[in-house]
């Protein structure tokens, strides 16, 4: 057994809970938690990317007057498309942070 830090443990806990909502096997996430900072970073840069996606095709079909689509969930939509995009670049600006301060640290 490996211990894991308070963080891992975490985030494992997360990726459980979100294979419990969306109804996959452990098996089918195994493949995802591979791949380091990096790859999480791209994924999370990727579901961003959908829910801006998602937001705005609501928001063009409320447009365009297609029926099945109202008001309130185009609001709500592009609510978490704004929510998921300050996250994002809060923790765009971390990162920029963290890199600075490693730079001027004295060797």
Request: net charge neutral.
């Amino acid at each position: 057994m490996t211990t894991l830090s308070p963080i891992e443990g975490m985030l494992q806990q997360l990726r459980g809970l979100a294979q419990t909502a969306a109804g996959t096997s452990s098996q089918a996430a195994a493949p995802a938690a591979s791949g380091g900072f990096a790859g999480e970073l791209q994924r999370s840069l990727s579901r961003i990317n959908a829910t801006q996606e998602r937001a705005y095709g609501l928001s063009e079909a409320f447009e365009l007057g297609k029926p099945g689509v109202a008001l309130n969930d185009v609001m709500i939509e592009l609510q978490k498309a704004n929510v998921s995009f300050q996250t994002g670049v809060q923790v765009r600006n971390r990162l920029v942070q963290a890199y600075q301060e490693m730079m001027n640290m004295p060797v």
